[in-house]
């Protein structure tokens, strides 16, 4: 096959990005011959929705040709690995709730035997989106601080960053995201916030209705990289799923795990609670590809293999 058609097979492939759940067509379908099944790479996107707080899947189903790739989006490149399953590669990359809607250009770089690289470009539209608002109640001390907690704050903050800073280069997972309870969610991601008429906040997390005490399940299998009691996200835990896929749970009552700790999906990691910056008992579960802060709800539907 020539590099002019293998090029063409994974723009157009990519340029058909689908829903969530829904089916890619196979090369064949974009082959410039009907006749001929097409025998390139072909690059394959999934999510629900192009906007503010999405994530995404790039899969490279290979034809034997590529031997590794890439993909930049939103000022991020990201190194493809191998897929569960193991038909594909793929990589995670998320829409930052507080991204700018606009045209972007994703950047697919798949090199070949023989040192090759062959370079795919698409412009994707980020369409706006409308998060709700709403007024809170809380103690002063978590609204307006005293000077002590807020370098205990600041202090936090960094000790956050530097556990989700370390990318695991490979995918810990177990299938797709669980949720961590069943009981029924508020669905107030992205909520914009005037806490005590004085401080707006965006919520980058999803709030579940979970009574006082119930376990709290790990939405997915992989390492525990915080197990710490925050002034504003109470008792929290942290798993790093690899791929630069983190969850958190906050607000807990108590700590099941520690860090380092290998954890299943659906394994107890704490009970629920109401501690830190909090109204009442419930949990806050939020997650970050990289530093892109996305919907929870829109991890469910991501269609992974085990």
């Known amino acids: 096959m020539t590099r002019r058609r293998a090029l063409w097979t994974m723009s157009v492939a990519l340029a058909l990005a689908v829903p969530v759940l ?15 099944q097409a025998t390139g790479p072909v690059i394959r996107l999934v999510y629900r929705a192009l906007q503010p707080g999405e994530p995404m899947i790039v899969f490279l189903e290979t034809d034997g040709t590529a031997k590794s790739a890439s993909v930049t989006f939103l000022g ?31 950047i697919v770089k798949v090199r070949k ?42 202090r936090e903050a960094e000790l956050v960053a530097l556990a989700t800073s370390v990318v695991t280069p490979e995918w810990l997972g177990d299938g797709p995201f669980a949720l961590p309870h069943d009981a029924p969610s508020w669905s107030n991601f992205g909520q914009r916030r005037l806490n005590n008429n004085v401080l707006e906040s965006v919520h980058s997390g999803l709030d579940i209705r979970v009574p006082f005490g119930e376990r709290i ?4 299998a992989g390492t525990v990289v915080l197990a710490s009691d925050l002034y504003l996200g109470g008792k929290t835990v942290i798993v790093d799923h ?16 520690k860090r380092g700790e290998a954890v299943k999906k659906g394994a107890a990691i704490g009970l629920c609670g109401s501690t830190g910056r909090s109204t009442g008992p419930h949990l806050h579960w939020s997650i970050k590809i990289f530093n892109a802060r996305v919907d929870p709800e829109a991890m469910l539907r991501l269609p992974l293999e085990k």
Do not use: C, W
């Open 113 to 154: 035997a023989g040192g090759t690289i062959e370079t795919i470009r698409k412009e994707l539209l980020v369409s706006p989106k409308e998060f709700p608002f709403t007024k809170l109640q809380f103690k002063r001390e978590y609204v307006t601080p005293p000077a002590s907690a807020r370098e205990r704050i600041k």
């Open 76 to 106: 991020r490149t990201v190194d493809l690995r191998p897929a569960p399953g193991g038909r594909s590669d793929f990589a995670f990359l998320g829409i930052d709730l507080q991204a700018k809607p606009g045209s972007y250009t994703m």
């Open 217 to 220: 399940g790990a939405a997915n």
């Open 242 to 257: 690899g791929l630069g896929v983190f969850s958190s749970y906050g607000h807990m009552s108590k700590l099941l795990v």
């Open 22 to 36: 829904s089916l890619v067509a196979p090369a064949s379908r974009f082959s410039d011959t009907p006749q001929t």
